[in-house]
């Protein structure tokens, strides 16, 4: 495994002063999605309405101007609109990142190291923007099992195919553009998981150029202390992973609404030593792995899973959070509902009595420890295994197909979970979808219900009706899947309720 993390040193002066928790590499990714457009001549609102469109470089490295060249093929290939080579000429730009990486080699020879081939990991992350910055789509491809056209070549497969998809859907559509600002001047503040965190700091700035007069803070200190604070009344409205029960509602000092953001996914992500295969793991191995029950690699059980892989046998390095995290509670949830022992012993909560393994805070504090310790084992919130550029592999589902997270598997998750009920309190890890990826959730934004102050409540108001349309467009290229429709127009009844005056 390579350990190649690339970070830019200028991050924007707005993120960093308001997100003293936001990491390097998390700026990494709002940099390459939030930077002003390389022109201000957009002239369309509505995806459909594109005549012409100008991709962005999306990276330095020669395997990123190839998925660029390929990507403009695959696009042309659509005639729904022109490429222009002039962003000035455009009617919207497309602009992201592709980022493709090595994860070992694989012997096409048993006899000579010459054929040997690299194998490839990697994803494309894209945005399409239109008049005012205004985000009109957004996707992030990661490879197919099968990319027989090459890396590359399948993200930008996915991504035309994808765009080409949306527009015929957005012409059939009425898409709401943002309303004019009519929010007053306010300060939010809030504080909370750090798995939608990536997500919630393009969102909020992205408001505040719509709103100037609105300023948004969000400190991911995790699920825990997030409900903490806002229970407390320390912030104005918190961010969790974790729905909170009836029961939990009747311990905290004020009443909190959830209402659901995104859906995303907890990744097991590991780091094996001379390991050429991609893992496919169990219910049974992550349980046994955090139960302290499965200790080598080469367990049978590990084995059995990955008859092609050569295993090392080494002990296995456990990797947890040690915060109280909303991805430890969705991480623990789904090993709750495929394990009895874990069930009964353990249980499901954002802080648990681990059997056995070694802390770590927040998603980026696993995703380092992972990365620096040979083989080990952690889970993560998805974006960050794309960004620390870590393996890792698909989970047998609950209709025994192992499926690796992406927006589709997870989209898939909460169809085949049903509808959340009026609390939003349901969780769809293990969901039945054949193609449902086990370990995903929604992540929820925690609204007290008595908000004292008129403005902040306009401004919140504001902000949810914004996150809840316009901004679902934007949730995808960071690895979010966007709500279900219908979820989407009760998380804005349920909104509107709480907090208009």
């Known amino acids: 495994m390579q350990n190649r993390i690339r970070i830019p040193f200028a991050i924007r002066s707005s993120i960093a002063a308001r997100a003293p928790r936001i990491s ?30 100008y991709v962005e470089s999306l990276g330095s490295s020669h395997r990123s101007e190839e998925t660029r060249t390929s990507l403009i093929r695959r696009l042309e290939r659509t005639h729904q609109f022109r490429i222009v080579s002039d962003a000035a000429r455009a009617d919207a730009l497309l602009k992201g990142t592709a980022q493709i ?43 197919g099992k099968f990319a027989w056209e090459g890396v590359g070549g399948s993200l930008a497969r996915q991504v035309a195919m994808r765009l080409s998809e949306d527009i015929r859907k957005d012409s059939q559509e009425h898409s709401a553009a943002a309303a004019p600002s009519t929010t007053p001047a306010a300060q939010l503040k809030g504080a909370g998981g750090t798995f939608p965190a990536p997500l919630y700091k393009k969102w909020f700035q992205s408001f505040e150029e719509l709103h100037p007069e609105a300023q948004i803070s969000y400190d991911a200190v995790g699920s825990g202390e997030g409900i903490r604070r806002v229970s407390e009344g320390e912030v104005d409205f918190g961010g969790s992973d974790m729905p909170i029960t009836n029961h939990a509602q009747s311990e905290v ?15 097991p992500i590991y780091n094996i030593a001379g390991l050429h295969r991609e893992i496919d793991f169990t219910p049974e191995i992550l349980s046994g792995i955090y139960l302290g029950k499965i200790r080598k690699w ?13 295993l090392p046998d080494a002990d296995i390095v456990v990797i947890h959070r040690s915060d109280a995290s909303g991805t430890s509670f969705v991480w623990s949830d789904y090993l709750s509902k495929v394990s009895l022992e874990w069930k009964s012993a353990i249980g499901a909560s954002v802080n648990v009595p681990w059997p056995v393994g070694i802390g770590a805070a927040y998603n980026d504090g696993v995703a380092a420890a992972v990365q620096q310790t040979h083989n080990s084992i952690g889970y993560v919130e998805f974006i960050y295994a794309m960004q620390h550029e870590l393996s890792f592999g698909p989970v047998r589902n609950a209709a025994g197909v192992p499926v690796k997270a992406d927006l589709a598997s997870v989209t ?14 349901l969780s769809i890890t293990n969901a039945p ?49 966007p709500l279900p429709t219908d979820v989407a127009r009760r998380a804005m009844e349920i909104a509107e309720q709480t907090l208009r005056d």
């Open 412 to 425: 898939e998750a909460a169809r085949s979970a049903g509808t959340p009920d009026s609390a939003f309190q």
């Open 101 to 143: 990486w090595s994860t070992g080699e694989i012997s096409l020879s048993p006899h000579s190291h010459s054929a040997d081939q690299p194998i490839l990991e990697g994803y494309l992350s894209v945005e399409v923007v239109g008049k005012n910055d205004q985000t009109l789509w957004s996707y992030l491809a990661t490879p």
């Open 433 to 481: 979808g054949k193609s449902a990826y086990p370990i995903a959730s929604y992540t929820w934004l925690l609204v007290p219900e008595q908000l004292e102050d008129k403005n902040k409540r306009a401004t919140l108001l504001d902000l949810l009706r914004w996150t809840l349309t316009s901004g679902q467009k934007s949730c995808s290229a960071l690895g979010y899947a």
């Open 253 to 267: 000092h004020r009443n909190l609404v959830q209402i659901p953001m995104v859906l995303g996914a907890v990744v």
């Open 298 to 310: 080469n367990d049978t059980r590990v084995r059995a899973a990955n008859p092609q892989a050569a």
């Open 24 to 53: 390097l590499l998390s700026s990494f990714f709002l940099l390459l999605l939030c930077a002003p457009p390389s022109s201000w001549c957009q002239k369309v609102d509505k995806l459909s309405r594109i005549t012409t469109l």
